[in-house]
T-cell receptor
């Protein structure tokens, strides 16, 4: 089956720093989403991004489907950005989203 | 309010008991999903449903039963709970966008934390 790898697995930042999270996938996908799981366990939609670039405030994402990767950029990080970031891909020909193992981010005040 | 809700949010049960986790969505999404989340395994798909009365297995279906008699509800039943089914369970639903390829954004409920003693 399709493999979804995220890097780095863990990241510690000082407040105000910038970071880039990466998601690599091993096969063709029709869609890709980024989620943030906050410390209370809620899964929050960040981006629905099958291709191209999107921005939402301090966060932006880029997906290059032909090269099988996506990047999530966090600028001027805040303590509320802490949590786990997941990418999920939708395999071509199915409706089964497959999740990566996540990047655990901790932002220190 | 529109959205996706799960109940119960917390449940403690004993080995061998039957447990049903409920999921209800108000968007009329075609697709619904059940995931479990465990430390070291991330999110794994248990079952999904493309429409009422259409369900299919995911990665880890053993020990679980689902049904979908109505579009808005997708209950997950553990017929005889085991300790290995202690987990956080997430229900999700997604918009079906018409025309190939299959696309759609996934939305999650708040999760149900199940402990099997």
């Amino acid at each position: 089956g399709i493999q979804v790898e995220q890097s780095p697995p863990d990241l510690i930042l000082q407040e105000g720093a910038n970071s880039t999270l990466r998601c690599n996938f091993s096969d063709s996908v029709n869609n890709l989403q980024w989620f943030h799981q906050n410390p209370w366990g809620q899964l929050i939609n960040l981006f629905y991004i099958p291709s191209g670039t999107k921005q939402n405030g301090r966060l932006s994402a880029t997906t290059v489907a032909t090269e099988r990767y996506s990047l999530l950029y966090i600028s001027s990080s805040q303590t509320t950005d802490s949590g786990v970031y997941f990418c999920a891909v939708l395999r071509s020909g199915t409706y089964k989203y497959i999740f990566g193992t996540g990047t655990r981010l901790k932002v220190l005040a | 309010d529109a959205g996706i809700t799960q109940s119960p949010r917390y449940k403690i049960t004993e080995t061998g008991r039957q447990v049903t986790l409920m999921c209800h969505q108000t968007w009329s999404h075609s697709y619904m999903f059940w995931y479990r989340q465990d430390l070291g395994h991330g999110l794994r798909l248990i079952y999904y449903s493309a429409a009422a009365d259409i369900t299919d297995k995911g990665e880890v279906p053993d020990g679980y039963v689902v049904s979908r008699s109505k579009t808005e509800n997708f209950p997950l039943t553990l017929e005889s709970a085991t300790r290995s089914q202690t987990s956080v369970y997430f229900c999700a639903s997604g918009i079906e966008r018409r025309g190939p390829p299959e696309t759609g954004e996934l939305f999650f409920g708040e999760g149900s934390r199940l402990t099997v003693l």
